[in-house]
């Protein structure tokens, strides 16, 4: 069984603060995910990673896939409370399916 | 492009009964995945329905089924409730593969009483 591993599993920060949540596994996967989940809503793809060492951004968060592919991190740089939610980090073993870590909480408060 | 749609959003059941939840993916997605997602173990993968046949199946008791008609839409089944089976059952649409950018449901809220 392949596990992925997200950590922390809850973060409350200020507005305005920086951070960064990982996902690590010690397998390899041929692509990432990342997903946010807000409240009463599924979850809603961010980005993809396919190469290892990918470096994305998308507005104020950063994305880098690990060098062996087996680890992911998510950077958030000047959250909002806009960013408040669930983080997902989902793997492509490559068996045709998806593997979801548990995710990450986060809070931003105003 | 209409999104993902779930019926219904709530439901409360007694154990040892029966649920029937629906999926509707979005138009020209043929592949319909279900995920079970609680506090304690997360998002975990139920099955996929691509072209009316399971394509791929999780780890999970045979009281779970599903099906997925000729239109992709979908629906799964859970017999016999038990009170573990309390959580959001999330769908998610994708064009052709699982891997591809999956777009999810709101989720139907499951509570077995």
């Known amino acids: 069984t392949q596990l992925l591993k997200q950590s922390p599993q809850f973060l409350s920060i200020q507005e305005g603060e920086n951070l960064t949540v990982y996902c690590n596994s010690s397998s390899v996967f041929s692509s990432l995910q990342w997903y946010r989940q807000e409240p009463g809503e599924g979850p809603v793809l961010l980005v993809t990673v396919v190469t290892g060492g990918e470096v994305k951004k998308l507005k104020r968060l950063t994305f880098q896939f690990g060098d062996a592919r087996k680890d992911s991190s998510l950077h958030i740089t000047a959250a909002q409370p806009g960013d408040t939610g669930l983080y997902l980090c989902a793997g492509d073993s490559g068996y045709s399916t998806l593997t979801f870590g548990k995710g990450t909480m986060l809070l931003v408060s105003p | 492009k209409a999104g993902v749609t779930q019926t219904p959003r709530y439901l409360i059941k007694t154990r040892g009964q029966q649920v029937t939840l629906s999926c509707s993916p979005i138009s020209g997605h043929r592949s319909v995945s279900w995920y079970q997602q609680t506090p304690g173990q997360g998002l975990q993968f139920l099955f996929e329905y691509f072209s009316e046949t399971q394509r791929n199946k999780g780890n999970f008791p045979g009281r779970f089924s599903g099906r997925q008609f000729s239109n992709s839409r979908s629906e799964m089944n859970v017999s016999t409730l038990e009170l573990g089976d309390s959580a959001l059952y999330l769908c998610?649409?994708?064009?052709?593969?699982?891997?591809?950018?999956?777009?999810f449901g709101p989720g139907t809220r499951l509570t077995v009483l």
């Open positions: 998610a649409s994708s064009h052709d593969q699982l891997t591809d950018t999956q777009y």
